[in-house]
């Protein structure tokens, strides 16, 4: 008995699941080195998205057409696409009209291994990005490696990860919100990065996370 009553103060903290945008942290080695919440894996047909009010995966939208993701997808908790983040967009463009998307900032991971299923949590080396716009803001995807991971966890740089796979990406991302027999097309790809400017664009969203919170 008196290791139960020892074991349940230390319990009141676990009950409640911590919403995955604003209470999980990130770690030490930050951001070098991410914890990432998946929401999306290669093997689902629909899409998924975490409730910004309840922090639980909702039905986004049905896949109707043959667009699978091609890595883990998900979003860096307490990150925030805003002001500060689309800045580098708005350099790259020779633009001062491009905001953030409002959103956590997104990342892909590629791993080699069959995850079935998101609503998990992962720790990734950011390796690089791409720049995209969604209807003129900005809404860049990081590319992580899974930390370990026997075929890519060695990569460090965007680089050295085949360029098949990058264009794979790149069309997924370029396409996956465009509806057969329309002519315009939503998101629009600017570039590939590296991971020095991944993690300036990782900091900075985190700084529009705080600006966010504090308002």
């Given at each position: 008995?008196?290791?139960?009553?020892?074991i349940?103060p230390?319990m009141?903290n676990l009950?409640?699941?911590?919403?995955?945008?604003?209470?999980i942290?990130?770690?030490e080695?930050?951001p070098?080195e991410?914890?990432?919440?998946?929401?999306?894996v290669?093997?689902?047909?629909?899409?998924?998205?975490?409730d910004?009010?309840?922090g639980?995966?909702?039905?986004?939208r049905?896949?109707k057409?043959?667009?699978?993701?091609p890595?883990?997808?998900g979003f860096?908790?307490?990150t925030?696409?805003?002001?500060?983040?689309?800045?580098l967009?708005?350099?790259a463009?020779?633009?001062?009209d491009?905001?953030?998307?409002?959103?956590p900032?997104d990342?892909?991971?590629?791993?080699?291994?069959?995850?079935t299923?998101?609503?998990?949590?992962?720790n990734?080396?950011p390796?690089?990005?791409?720049?995209?716009?969604?209807?003129?803001q900005?809404d860049?995807?990081i590319?992580?490696?899974l930390?370990?991971?026997?075929v890519?966890?060695h990569m460090?740089?965007i680089?050295?990860?085949p360029?098949?796979?990058?264009?794979?990406l790149?069309?997924?991302f370029?396409t996956y919100k465009?509806?057969?027999?329309?002519h315009?097309?939503?998101?629009?790809?600017?570039?590939i990065y590296?991971?020095e400017?991944?993690?300036d664009v990782i900091?900075?969203?985190?700084?529009?996370?705080?600006?966010?919170?504090?308002?």
């Open positions: 008995m008196l290791i139960l009553f020892k349940i230390d009141k009950t409640h699941k911590a919403h995955p945008w604003h209470g942290k990130q770690g080695n930050f070098e991410v914890r990432a919440f998946i929401e999306i290669p093997t689902d047909t629909v899409k998924y998205e975490v910004k009010e309840s639980y995966l909702s039905l986004d049905p896949q057409f043959s667009n699978i993701v890595s883990l997808y860096l908790p307490r925030y696409c805003g002001p500060k983040m689309a800045e967009t708005n350099k463009l020779v633009r001062t491009v905001d953030g998307d409002g959103d900032l990342i892909c991971i590629l791993t080699e291994k069959d995850v299923h998101g609503d998990i949590i992962v990734a080396r390796i690089g990005g791409l720049r995209l716009l969604d209807h003129n900005a860049d995807k590319i992580a490696v930390k370990s991971d026997a890519y966890g460090t740089d680089d050295q990860v360029m098949d796979i990058i264009r794979r790149i069309h997924y370029s465009d509806i057969p027999g329309e315009t097309s939503r998101m629009n790809f600017i570039s590296g991971p400017v991944a993690k900091l900075r969203s985190t700084e529009d996370y705080t600006d966010l919170i504090e308002k």
